[in-house]
């Protein structure tokens, strides 16, 4: 397509059936590997017979996986700021490989009255018409005394009630709690609620009011105003609910060069403090380092050290697709009488010949979330994001990755992302990355290539004392493998050794065209993502993945 014309598959009277996708779909891969049997498309996978049966040995074990990829930050004519049908972007979604989505309103008056309900029809509409994806209903909630977060359950009897219930009665916006500034005369009623309102998401799941249901903090450093003491409290009040963040915003196509202006930077992060941002976080951090959120992208920065406490906090990244680059569709007139106010959605878009201001990608065009599954559903993928089986890429860098850490001593798989495995004082591992590149050109006409594979490892060293610590001092990169030329799946094999203290790893990656020293110096991270020019940031051209932890638990020897 050009850059100045909408693609066929998003008019909504075009059918998405028989449609080729761009990039490798996750059920190609699946298939592919053998694992898309009649087994795993009943939701069910066998699991290794050491996992399954007989006693739990000391490294653990884990089941075989395949991964699904998805989008969980959507938005469609049913927020008050975006312009696509739910049609639309779902035909998107197929067209780019996606096998999960999230369709995430903005919460506001309109939508409580109106928008919910009526969005649901849509929704199992778009489910119909594109039956080999998983498509949930959820919303962006609008955090008392913080920003932004995905909010989701899977389909059943009570998915809309879940929502409209948990936005009339916790939702910042509507309620008026919006305040979070240090020290106000709101700010701890308002942190609280926040809190209260995901021990609610707990409870309706532990009564089975709804099968499952999961919160993920969105773009938490664009304003600031998500400080690490609250995403500590939301996390603690409900690990298994709230369950991460993004760690790459959406909008990842606002600052290319020559197409919003010259002060533009990926993901929309163009602001600076205000009165209700922490006062703790730099300057620098309200910037994205290589696309992805300061946060994560800082080695020994906030994500660590929150991982520094032993608990998983996840990543993801997405669309938050609200205005496609380069489209040439328009909101539609409202008809007279009519607002979003009192209809709860905006006209559907019409066509124009004129190309229309955006910053974001369609879902799965850039930006995709990986998620390890052992059977194939709605519940599996949540299941998968709640065990941290995650990792994500920008520009279809890979096709696929697996990863194991395993102990010397024993035969096994280990344990794959978000896993524990539990070792002696002094005793030798191995960490397995197997890499599968990327094998055919990318939305973009890009073959992409990865450059390097680097290994992070942290401490563990318990719950902080200061819940508004945002660095982990002993977190840095230990290894990095040059993949340069490197093609077809391949494993690095990476050896570890249990010291005194438990840790944790992860992984990271990228083409190699932009990097520098880290955040917090070249003794942390020699060759880390790094902030690109306002105004200059070709998204395409710097393409990173990241994957969650694992944790090494070490006893006595």
Request: charged content about 20%.
């Amino acid at each position: 397509m050009t850059e100045q014309q909408l693609p066929a598959w998003a008019d909504p009277a075009v059918s998405p059936a028989g449609l080729d996708a761009q990039g490798v779909s996750r059920r190609q891969l699946l298939h592919r590997a053998g694992l898309f049997g009649a087994a795993f498309a009943a939701g069910s996978l066998a699991t290794p017979a050491a996992a399954a049966s007989g006693p739990r040995r000391l490294g653990g074990s884990d089941p075989r996986l395949a991964y699904l990829v998805g989008d969980h930050h959507i938005h469609t004519v049913y927020s008050h700021d975006a312009k696509y049908t739910f049609s639309q972007l779902a035909a998107a979604g197929e067209k780019f490989g996606l096998d999960w989505m999230v369709f995430t309103e903005h919460s506001n008056f309109g939508h409580a009255q109106y928008g919910a309900p009526l969005e649901h029809s849509e929704i199992l509409k778009a489910r119909k018409e594109n039956p080999r994806q998983l498509i949930f209903q959820g919303l962006e909630w609008y955090i008392p005394g913080a920003e932004h977060c995905t909010v989701f359950s899977p389909p059943g009897k009570h998915e809309v009630d879940l929502l409209t219930k948990f936005e009339s009665a916790y939702d910042g916006k509507l309620l008026g709690y919006t305040e979070g500034s240090a020290g106000a005369t709101d700010t701890a009623r308002n942190e609280a609620h926040a809190v209260k309102a995901i021990q609610w998401l707990a409870e309706q799941r532990r009564t089975g009011y709804v099968d499952d249901v999961l919160v993920l903090a969105n773009h938490p450093m664009r304003l600031g105003i998500d400080s690490p003491h609250e995403m500590r409290n939301w996390r603690d009040a409900a690990p298994e609910i709230m369950i991460g963040m993004e760690g790459a915003p959406g909008a990842q196509g606002a600052a290319i060069p020559g197409w919003r202006g010259a002060t533009s930077i990926r993901g929309e992060y163009e602001n600076k403090p205000s009165a209700q941002s922490w006062a703790g976080y730099p300057a620098d951090g309200y910037l994205t380092y290589g696309g992805f959120d300061w946060a994560t992208a800082t080695v020994g920065g906030l994500w660590d050290s929150m991982l520094a406490e032993g608990s998983l906090f996840s990543i993801t990244t997405n669309s938050d697709a609200h205005r496609i680059v380069f489209d040439t569709w328009k909101n539609g007139d409202w008809p007279a009488g009519q607002n979003f106010d009192n209809t709860g959605k905006l006209p559907d878009p019409v066509n124009t010949d004129t190309p229309q201001p955006g910053s974001d990608f369609w879902p799965g065009q850039f930006s995709r979330t990986h998620v390890g599954v052992t059977g194939y559903g709605y519940r599996a993928v949540m299941q998968g994001m709640r065990a941290g089986r995650v990792w994500l890429d920008h520009g279809h860098l890979l096709d696929g990755l697996d990863v194991r850490l395993t102990r010397d001593c024993e035969s096994g798989r280990g344990v794959t992302l978000g896993g524990r495995l539990r070792v002696r004082r002094g005793e030798k591992l191995t960490l397995n990355i197997t890499v599968t590149s990327a094998s055919r050109l990318n939305p973009q006409g890009i073959l992409p290539e990865l450059a390097h594979v680097d290994v992070i490892r942290g401490a563990v060293r318990g719950p902080v004392t200061d819940r508004d610590a945002w660095q982990a001092p002993d977190t840095k990169v230990v290894k990095s493998k040059d993949v340069t030329g490197r093609t077809g799946t391949y494993t690095l094999r990476v050896p570890l050794t249990a010291g005194d203290e438990s840790f944790y790893v992860r992984l990271r990656g990228s083409d190699g065209n932009r990097h520098g020293a880290g955040y917090l110096g070249a003794s942390i991270d020699p060759h880390g993502p790094i902030a690109h020019e306002p105004g200059n940031g070709d998204p395409w051209a710097d393409t990173w993945f990241y994957s969650n932890p694992m944790f090494v638990d070490v006893v006595g020897g």
